[in-house]
């Protein structure tokens, strides 16, 4: 009776388990989509793209969602890959601080490159 009450705990706790993994992917799913949605619609002049650049010039970037603030790192990495002119390596490097700043915070990333802001 004993070993029955124990294998049913057992079972009981895998299930627990096994539903929290569930959730959790589900919601990192769900979180994955919204970022991918406001992506797709980023521009630097929309009001987002508006709020990322202060950001990323005064600090702050609590003022942003997480997922706001992964949508806007994700467009600066894009941005740093695209870049190919006379001053390439030193945006690309602001684009990647940037993107770092969004994500992990810290100190607000240097001004500008020249015409790049």
Avoid at 7 to 21: D, F, M, Y
Avoid at 56 to 80: C, D, H, L, S
Avoid at 91 to 102: K, P, S
Wanted: glycine share 8%; hydrophobic share 45%; no cysteine.
């Amino acid at each position: 009776m004993i070993a029955a009450v124990d294998l049913g705990r057992n079972i009981l706790s895998l299930l627990r388990g096994a539903v929290s993994s569930f959730v959790a992917w589900r919601a990192a799913k769900a979180e994955e989509a919204a970022v991918e949605a406001l992506l797709k619609n980023y521009h630097p002049n929309s009001e987002l793209g508006r709020l990322a650049k202060d950001v990323v010039r005064n600090g702050g970037p609590e003022r942003m969602t997480a997922i706001e603030r992964e949508a806007a790192a994700r467009f600066y990495e894009k941005e740093a890959a695209r870049v190919g002119q006379k001053y390439a390596e030193a945006a690309r490097r602001l684009n990647l601080e940037r993107a770092r700043y969004l994500r992990e915070g810290g100190p607000v990333p240097p001004g500008t490159i020249h015409r790049f802001k």
